[in-house]
């Protein structure tokens, strides 16, 4: 046990050694934001898929592949989709706007066609939905830290989680982001693919061991309803159109080529590569668990466990020393590589968006570099606190996607592809959204048990499209 800890401790110290080199690098906001707007397309590409995935998918998928098998796999099929949506479709128009060199946010873009209030807006619905995504993330980290080590309370595995990730992001901003993230993401699926899948495989008994164990359905590609996979569409897919975490990586490419094959690169990572190797050690949870493998653990045969848990507890029974430390920096790696991107949108949109902070004079852009990193750790502190109380990683991450797509994804596509957009049609569009869905999820609403998302974007999309015309005409009186 005390090998494992030491492997983390190291890995946790070299993250923060990757925050301090950089720290001396960054000169700028763009420096910090944007990374100099320098990175190639593997980096980003990896980057991308690593935020998008993560810790809290990489549990969340483990958890779905305990309770549902393969078809859990489905859930990040509609990452691939959009992936390659938002690259044929979204990154050409964003290149395409006349003020590109000088966009740092996605609220900015919103400022180009709509105006300063709708930036506002944009930047208020950015940063609270990334404050809950940082949270989750943390929340992910302190599940497989404390299921994994039993002698690490939750609390204490939030508190260390939150400070590495906050930590590091402060001080390098998004070059070290990308950069660790091209390492980490390296580290999780070599972790998962050499260490955490053969031990697991043979600790259940192999092939006939896992048929023996577990119901036939959970084997197949159909144990999920269409309600389910539609949920899963209209949650995640939009988000490649209104992630503030991707449009990050869009403005710090080298060139829209660059841009798109990041794109490219990352969806094939999402599905089948990570989609399997989640559902698939989640599937060998299962299988543990229904022999009985987990009683020592407190996790009886008949007992409640929480399918979220089932995975770090497997690594916990089925690995040695050792290699127990190196799978768990690997999930680590693919924690802190969604945390520190969600804490980088969720700061810049904070800071330029909303409260719009333009320091002047000599020292300028010294002095934006300053703001920049406090506001990193006042949210930083903020997510930390929040993830304290969060129970449910993959609700928490899916409530939080579906707040930002309810309230900005009809303005950003109205902005890009409707040639009559009024800032009152756009403002109304993400109120009405984000509103509608939030009311609808607090009160666990879903008629014809569709996702509350759906409904908000039907309402933003009514809202929108009259409101529009409404007002369009009315100045077209004038």
């Known amino acids: 046990m005390i090998i494992d800890i030491l492997i983390f401790i190291v890995y946790m110290v070299l993250v923060l050694m990757v925050g301090v080199y950089f720290f001396n690098r960054n000169k700028s ?67 395409a706007m006349g003020n590109f060199k ?29 404050l809950g995504f940082t949270s989750s993330q943390i929340v992910a980290g302190a599940k497989l830290a404390s299921g994994t080590f039993p002698e690490i309370s939750f609390t204490a595995a939030v508190l260390i989680m939150g400070l590495v990730a906050v930590g590091y992001t402060i001080l390098g901003g998004l070059k070290a982001v990308i950069y660790t993230d091209t390492a980490q993401w390296i580290i999780l699926i070599s972790g998962l693919l050499f260490i955490g899948v053969p031990f697991a495989f043979m600790a259940i008994g192999g092939w ?5 164990t577990i119901q036939p359905e959970l084997m197949t590609l159909t144990n999920v309803s269409i309600t389910e996979l539609i949920n899963w569409a209209i949650t995640i ?17 080298r060139s829209e080529k660059e841009a798109r094959t990041a794109w490219t690169i990352a969806g094939v990572f999402e599905w089948p590569i990570m989609a399997f190797l989640g ?114 990683v993959l609700s928490a991450m899916l409530f939080s996607y579906a707040f930002m797509v309810s309230g900005l994804l009809i303005p950003i596509l109205g902005a890009f592809y409707w040639k009559q ?30 996702d509350p998302n759906f409904y908000g974007l039907l309402i933003a999309l009514i809202c929108f499209l009259s409101v529009n015309k409404i007002a369009y005409t009315e100045t077209t009186k004038k």
């Open 237 to 253: 897919i939009p988000i490649w159109f209104v992630g503030m975490t991707l449009y990050q990586r869009i403005f710090a490419s």
């Open 102 to 130: 000088n966009i740092t946010t996605l609220p900015q873009v919103f400022e180009s066609f709509y105006g300063k209030q709708v930036a506002v807006s944009a930047g208020i619905i950015t940063a609270v939905s990334y």
């Open 279 to 392: 559902v698939g050690l989640g599937l060998f949870a299962r299988a543990a668990f229904e022999q009985n493998l987990f009683a020592d653990f407190g996790y009886a045969v008949g007992s409640e466990i929480d399918p979220e848990i089932g995975l770090p507890v497997l690594l916990r029974t089925v690995l040695p020393h050792g290699f127990m430390g190196l799978v768990l920096a690997s999930y680590f790696s693919a924690v802190m590589s969604t945390a520190d991107s969600c804490l980088m949108a969720c700061s810049g949109a904070f800071l330029s968006d909303v409260l719009r902070v333009k320091p002047k004079g000599e020292n300028m852009e010294k002095s934006e570099l300053r703001y920049s990193q406090w506001a990193t750790l006042g949210l930083g502190s903020a997510s930390l606190i929040i993830a304290l109380f969060l129970q449910n």
């Open 421 to 450: 957009t009024t800032k009152a049609g756009a403002l109304t569009a993400m109120i009405a959204g984000g509103v509608f869905t939030t009311t609808l999820s607090i009160f666990n609403v879903k008629p014809f048990g569709l």
């Open 29 to 95: 906001h763009d420096d910090y934001y944007v990374a100099g707007r320098d990175i190639s397309s593997w980096h980003n590409g990896l980057s991308v898929v690593a935020t998008d995935v993560g810790g809290g998918f990489s549990i969340g998928l483990g958890g779905l592949g305990f309770t549902m098998g393969l078809s859990g796999s489905w859930l990040l099929f509609t990452g691939l989709i959009g992936a390659w949506m938002a690259s044929a479709w979204l990154i050409p128009k964003v290149y």
């Open 208 to 212: 006939a061991g896992l048929k023996a």
